[in-house]
């Protein structure tokens, strides 16, 4: 099955860019979506297909997706920024979320 | 704008049956995929699976074959059943549509309802 693989933890200083990488086998090759949850909250979309913001999601969020390498970028870190982030890709119509990055916003 | 709310049991009793259901609001049920993602108290998201409203599913294939689910268009809603459940089955249940025009990324969640496996 595929696997998709996170940092369990990544730190940024406030105002500074943090970048939350989502390693997967050619993951270059699909879409990839980045979910931000906050402690007792549902997750929220924050990247769609490797580099789209939905409405309402700040342009410091941004996407990338290469090689066997997404990453989301945080521009500007912010404490409300601070949750965990989780990529996720569609693999022979399933879905698969990455283990999940805590971000701690210094 | 579509809102979905999750309901159910939040205590089920080891080896009996799951069961949720997830009513959609601000929109028909017709239009997309919906799933249901689970997430144990500390850990990550685990999909669970989804149902077209033609009645068509795609299940994680770790939860097959004690996964079913069904929609009921006339009541906008969609359903789970999980059997023979274990403590390993106690997490947050969300409900989720996809959006086709985002490549099928979960754009709307419900806020989740905690279901507790246990005598």
């Known amino acids: 099955s595929y696997e998709l693989t996170l940092p369990l933890s990544v730190s940024v200083a406030l105002g500074q860019t943090a970048r939350i990488t989502c390693g997967g086998n050619n993951i270059g090759g699909k879409n990839v979506h980045w979910y931000q949850q906050k402690p007792g909250q549902a997750p929220v979309l924050v990247i769609y297909r490797d580099n789209n913001r939905p409405s309402g999601i700040p342009e410091r969020f941004s996407g990338s997706n290469s090689g066997n390498t997404a990453t989301l970028t945080i521009s500007r870190a912010q404490a409300g920024d601070e949750a965990d982030y989780y990529c996720?890709?569609?693999?022979?119509?399933?879905?698969?979320f990455g283990g999940g990055a805590k971000l701690t916003v210094l | 704008q579509v809102q979905l709310q999750e309901s159910g049991p939040g205590l089920v009793k080891p080896s009996e049956t799951l069961s949720l259901t997830c009513s959609v609001s601000?929109?028909?049920?017709?239009?997309?995929?919906w799933s249901w993602i689970r997430q144990p108290a500390g850990k990550g998201l685990e999909w669970i699976g989804r149902?077209?409203?033609?009645?068509?599913?795609n299940y994680n294939p770790s939860l097959k074959s004690r996964v079913t689910m069904s929609v009921d268009m006339s009541k906008n809603q969609f359903s789970l059943k999980l059997t023979s459940v274990t403590a390993a089955d106690t997490a947050v249940y969300y409900c989720?549509?996809?959006?086709?025009?985002?490549?099928?990324?979960?754009?709307?969640w419900g806020q989740g309802t905690t279901v507790t496996v246990s005598s």
């Open positions: 989720a549509t996809q959006d086709p025009s985002r490549s099928y990324a979960f754009d709307i």
């Open positions: 149902i077209y409203t033609s009645g068509s599913t």
């Open positions: 601000g929109g028909s049920i017709s239009r997309y995929y």
């Open positions: 996720q890709v569609w693999d022979s119509s399933t879905v698969v």
